[in-house]
């Protein structure tokens, strides 16, 4: 009898800590909405569509009053995954916590190919679409617009209908070893310009050999359009 006295005891104890009384469940899913949607502005803002869904939770949960206001919190951005879970918590002299799950749903514009692209083939306006896809189910880094695609190659061969990421393409080759190239010597109070040959291939933003034409030394320089080259002094 009296080992019964203590399980009931600790039966108690446990379930006064998880059912709190007064506040409701549909007061906790009003506060919940409110701070989904308050995000869902934040990152409409930027361009995004966003749905969301609230986990269950039990409707026989109740939760006492916090005398403070209730903190909600995300254990993850929900623009890094999908599947997230917010923290409920009340901080005053009786502390509880609560998770929620939640389905958030992101939405945005992304490049995707409108045909079979094999590797080595430089990409035109013809061969991608845009359209709208949840972006936080996975870790593609996409683009948001065609213009920041096309002129690009492709690494490997993209399939059609797939999503265009960073990792599948390169840039073109804006100079070509032996182009006669412009070389600007420049810093903030002069520039001087002469004419040289391209010792290696380069992109947009690639420190490249490049030779003198008229002193035949050989120096480095940052690609910084088709056929020129930019020496800081």
Known sequence: MKNSRQILSVLILF??????????NKDLQTKITAFLDIYSTEIAEKGYRSEYKIGNIDPRLTLRTCSNPLELSFNR???EQSNVTILAQCIDLKPWKLYISIQYDIYSRVVTASETIPRGTIITNSMLDE?????????HRGFSSVHKVIGMIAKRT?????VISVNQLKAPSLIKRGDSVVITAANNSMSVSMNGTALMDGMLGQQISIRNTQSKRTIKGRVTDRGHVLVAL
Request: glycine share 4%; proline share 4%; aromatic share 8%.
């Open 15 to 24: 379930f006064s800590s998880q059912c709190f009384s007064v506040a409701t």
């Open 77 to 79: 951005k929900p623009i």
């Open 131 to 139: 359209e709208d896809q949840i972006i936080n189910k996975g870790r």
């Open 158 to 162: 993209i399939r059609n209908s797939m």
